[in-house]
C-alpha cells in the first residue's frame, strides 16, 4: 500500500472513531506503528488531525471527548487483560464502587462471578453488564443520564453518594500523568468521580499505556490518592509511557502491568495475566472523610500466607 493510500485510510478511520491507537491502526493498515507513526505525523502537519499518547484523534483532542462508540473500538486487547487483572484484586463479599468507562464496563462482566459482591456504580453498561449476575448485588446512584457514556452525572449522583463506605473505587478516565494524576475532558464525570473517590478507602485506576502521559481538563484523582494503577505493558519503543510508569511508581503508585495479544507492531508482548508489582515507599495520603486507606489492594492467599508466616516466627522465638 503507498503512503497516500495508507494515509487517507488512518484519516477516515480517526474520523469515523474519533480516536484510534497506533496498534489498531498498525493492524489495519498492514503496516508497523513506525510507519503509522510517520503517516500519522505528516496528517498533523496538514492540521488534518492530532497526535495523542499511542494514537490520534480529531483535532481539538484536548477538550474533546469521545462518545462510546469510539472509545469502544479503541485499545480493545488492552481493556480487556486490564480487566482481567483488576478483577484479581476483587475478593467474595467485598463491597466496591466502579465508575464509567469502557475499561471498567469489562471490568465489570467479569465481576459476574464474583460472589457476594455488592458494586456501587453510576453506569448503566456496569449494572448492564452485571444484571444477571445471580450473586452480585448492584447498587446505582441517582442523577441525570450523559448519554455520550452512559452515565449518571450531577448533583443527585453526588448526593446519593454521600455516606458511603466501601473498600475500593475502580475507576478510569481519559489521561494520566504523574504530575496531576488521573484526569477526564468533561467536568460533571470529574465531579461525581471525585464523589466515588471519597466513598472508598483504596483507589485503582484502570488505564491503558495510550492514557499515560495524557493531561485533559478535569483533574479526578489526585496523584497521591491514587493506590494502584492497573494498566498494559507498554510497546518498547513507547518511551514516554515508560517514563511515567516509573515517575507514578516513584510517587509511591503501586503498578500491575498485564499483557495483551494482538500486537500489530511486531514487539514482544507478555501473556495476559502478567502481574508487576511495585511496592509502596509509605503510606497512602488519607482521603478526606474516608478513614485510613489499606496498603494495598488485597490478592486472594496474600493475608492467609503472611498470617502462617507470622505464627511459624512467633512459635520459632519460644
Same mark, same amino acid.
Given at each position: 500500500?503507498?503512503?497516500?493510500? /495508507?494515509r487517507?485510510?488512518?484519516?477516515?478511520?480517526v /474520523?469515523?472513531?474519533?480516536?484510534?491507537?497506533l496498534?489498531?491502526?498498525?493492524r489495519?493498515?498492514?503496516?508497523?506503528?513506525?510507519?503509522?507513526?510517520?503517516?500519522v505525523?505528516?496528517l498533523?502537519?496538514?492540521?488534518?488531525l492530532?497526535? /495523542?499518547?499511542?494514537?490520534?484523534?480529531l483535532?481539538?483532542?484536548f477538550?474533546r471527548?469521545?462518545?462510546f462508540p469510539?472509545?469502544?473500538?479503541?485499545?480493545?486487547?488492552?481493556?480487556?487483560?486490564i480487566? &482481567?487483572?483488576?478483577?484479581?484484586f476483587?475478593?467474595?463479599?467485598?463491597?466496591?464502587?466502579v465508575?464509567?468507562?469502557?475499561?471498567?464496563?469489562e471490568?465489570?462482566r467479569r465481576?459476574?462471578?464474583v460472589?457476594?459482591?455488592?458494586v456501587?456504580t453510576?453506569?448503566?453498561?456496569?449494572?448492564?453488564a452485571?444484571a444477571?449476575a445471580?450473586?452480585?448485588e448492584?447498587v446505582?446512584?441517582?442523577?441525570?443520564?450523559r448519554?455520550?457514556?452512559?452515565?449518571?452525572?450531577?448533583s443527585g449522583?453526588?448526593?446519593s453518594?454521600?455516606?458511603?463506605r466501601?473498600s475500593?473505587?475502580?475507576?478510569?478516565?481519559?489521561?494520566?500523568?504523574a504530575e496531576?494524576?488521573?484526569?477526564?475532558?468533561?467536568?460533571?464525570?470529574?465531579?461525581?468521580?471525585?464523589?466515588?473517590?471519597?466513598?472508598?478507602?483504596e483507589v485503582?485506576?484502570?488505564?491503558d499505556h495510550?492514557?499515560l502521559?495524557?493531561d485533559?481538563?478535569?483533574?479526578?484523582?489526585?496523584t497521591?490518592v491514587?493506590?494502584r494503577?492497573?494498566?498494559?505493558?507498554?510497546p518498547?519503543?513507547d &518511551?514516554?509511557?515508560?517514563?511515567?510508569?516509573?515517575?507514578l511508581a516513584d510517587?509511591g503508585v503501586?503498578?500491575?502491568?498485564?499483557?495483551?495479544s494482538?500486537?500489530?507492531?511486531?514487539e514482544p508482548?507478555?501473556?495476559?495475566?502478567?502481574?508487576?508489582?511495585?511496592?509502596?515507599?509509605?503510606?497512602?495520603?488519607?482521603v478526606?472523610?474516608?478513614?485510613p486507606?489499606l496498603?494495598?489492594?488485597?490478592?486472594?492467599?496474600?493475608?492467609?500466607?503472611?498470617?502462617?508466616?507470622?505464627r511459624?516466627? &512467633?512459635l520459632?522465638?519460644?
Amino acid at each position: 500500500m503507498f503512503a497516500a493510500e /495508507r494515509r487517507q485510510l488512518i484519516l477516515e478511520m480517526v /474520523r469515523a472513531n474519533g480516536a484510534v491507537s497506533l496498534r489498531e491502526l498498525a493492524r489495519v493498515v498492514q503496516t508497523s506503528e513506525v510507519t503509522v507513526r510517520r503517516d500519522v505525523r505528516a496528517l498533523e502537519a496538514e492540521g488534518l488531525l492530532d497526535r /495523542r499518547h499511542g494514537g490520534a484523534v480529531l483535532p481539538g483532542g484536548f477538550t474533546r471527548e469521545s462518545g462510546f462508540p469510539q472509545k469502544s473500538h479503541l485499545a480493545t486487547a488492552e481493556k480487556t487483560a486490564i480487566a &482481567d487483572l483488576a478483577a484479581s484484586f476483587v475478593q467474595e463479599g467485598e463491597a466496591i464502587v466502579v465508575g464509567a468507562g469502557t475499561t471498567t464496563q469489562e471490568l465489570a462482566r467479569r465481576l459476574a462471578r464474583v460472589p457476594g459482591l455488592t458494586v456501587v456504580t453510576n453506569s448503566l453498561l456496569v449494572a448492564q453488564a452485571l444484571a444477571h449476575a445471580n450473586r452480585v448485588e448492584v447498587v446505582m446512584t441517582g442523577g441525570t443520564l450523559r448519554g455520550s457514556n452512559y452515565a449518571l452525572v450531577g448533583s443527585g449522583a453526588e448526593q446519593s453518594l454521600q455516606g458511603l463506605r466501601v473498600s475500593r473505587a475502580f475507576l478510569s478516565g481519559s489521561g494520566l500523568t504523574a504530575e496531576r494524576g488521573l484526569s477526564t475532558s468533561n467536568m460533571l464525570s470529574a465531579s461525581v468521580d471525585r464523589a466515588l473517590v471519597q466513598a472508598a478507602a483504596e483507589v485503582v485506576v484502570l488505564a491503558d499505556h495510550t492514557k499515560l502521559g495524557t493531561d485533559t481538563m478535569f483533574q479526578t484523582v489526585p496523584t497521591d490518592v491514587i493506590t494502584r494503577l492497573v494498566t498494559d505493558e507498554p510497546p518498547a519503543h513507547d &518511551d514516554r509511557a515508560g517514563t511515567e510508569l516509573q515517575a507514578l511508581a516513584d510517587q509511591g503508585v503501586q503498578i500491575a502491568v498485564a499483557g495483551a495479544s494482538g500486537n500489530a507492531g511486531g514487539e514482544p508482548v507478555p501473556a495476559p495475566g502478567r502481574r508487576r508489582d511495585v511496592p509502596l515507599p509509605g503510606p497512602r495520603r488519607q482521603v478526606p472523610g474516608a478513614g485510613p486507606l489499606l496498603r494495598s489492594a488485597a490478592v486472594p492467599g496474600e493475608q492467609s500466607a503472611g498470617a502462617e508466616r507470622a505464627r511459624v516466627a &512467633d512459635l520459632r522465638r519460644r
